[in-house]
T-cell receptor
Framework: DSGVTQTPKHLITATGQRVTLRCSPR?????VYWYQQSLDQGLQFLIQYYNGEERAKGNILERFSAQQFPDLHSELNLSSLELGDSALYFC????????????FGSGTRLTVV | DQQVKQNSPSLSVQEGRISILNCDYT??????FLWYKKYPAEGPTFLISISSIKDKNEDGRFTVFLNKSAKHLSLHIVPSQPGDSAVYFC???????????FGKGTTLSVSS
């Protein structure tokens, strides 16, 4: 157990629908990062939050949004889902960065049918 | 444009031999380089890192080498063990606090 909790582990939904992925960071970590891993792709950075505020955006589609709540848990909202959104979505958290890296959760596998 | 590239999708090595995983980057502003290991159905786990002011960092069986002039880093695993079989990701960031940029990963298979 890495200390980063992601729910649900698996999600199957239809095109056009909206889903919410949840992440609880490791205790004490203020930063939360969301990454997407599609087939044959590396981990694509989506968005970063630090202590409730958006810190950086990566390749996040306009149909996707996220937020970090006062208790530091984060949610990633995916709307108007398309088949191509099927992927593994990872959340990671950190207290210190640079050489210390992040702690990743085990991911949510989203399948859009 | 990929800033971090792992050009070998897979590598097969015999137990006890050396595994060398390679990574190239294009952004000369990168200061921190990290390697992660990922098993199926699990999230990536941090393995080892190196800052741009060093050219080598060692942790047990794992050593990372950085060649800044060539914008190249490598991970050496000696000796390789079957439990090392996993996907290895190279990652980099330009300063502490910015998001890590990952390569596509290399699948290492260590046979006994």
């Amino acid at each position: 157990d890495s200390g980063v909790t992601q729910t649900p582990k698996h999600l199957i939904t239809a095109t056009g629908q909206r889903v919410t992925l949840r992440c609880s960071p490791r205790s004490g970590d203020l930063s939360v990062y969301w990454y997407q891993q599609s087939l044959d792709q590396g981990l694509q950075f989506l968005i970063q939050y630090y202590n409730g505020e958006e810190r950086a955006k990566g390749n996040i589609l306009e149909r996707f949004s996220a937020q970090q709540f006062p208790d530091l848990h984060s949610e990633l909202n995916l709307s108007s889902l398309e088949l191509g959104d099927s992927a593994l979505y990872f959340c990671a958290s950190s207290f210190r960065t640079g050489l210390y890296g992040y702690t990743f959760g085990s991911g949510t596998r989203l399948t859009v049918v | 444009d990929q800033q971090v590239k792992q050009n070998s999708p897979s590598l097969s090595v015999q137990e006890g031999r050396i595994s060398i995983l390679n990574c190239d980057y294009t952004n000369s502003m990168f200061d921190y380089f990290l390697w992660y290991k990922k098993y199926p159905a699990e999230g990536p786990t941090f393995l080892i890192s190196i800052s741009s002011i060093k050219d080598k960092n060692e942790d047990g069986r794992f050593t990372v080498f950085l060649n800044k002039s060539a914008k190249h880093l490598s991970l050496h695993i000696v000796p390789s063990q079957p439990g090392d079989s996993a996907v290895y990701f190279c990652a980099a960031s330009d300063q502490a606090g910015t998001a890590l940029i990952f390569g596509k990963g290399t699948t290492l298979s260590v046979s006994s």
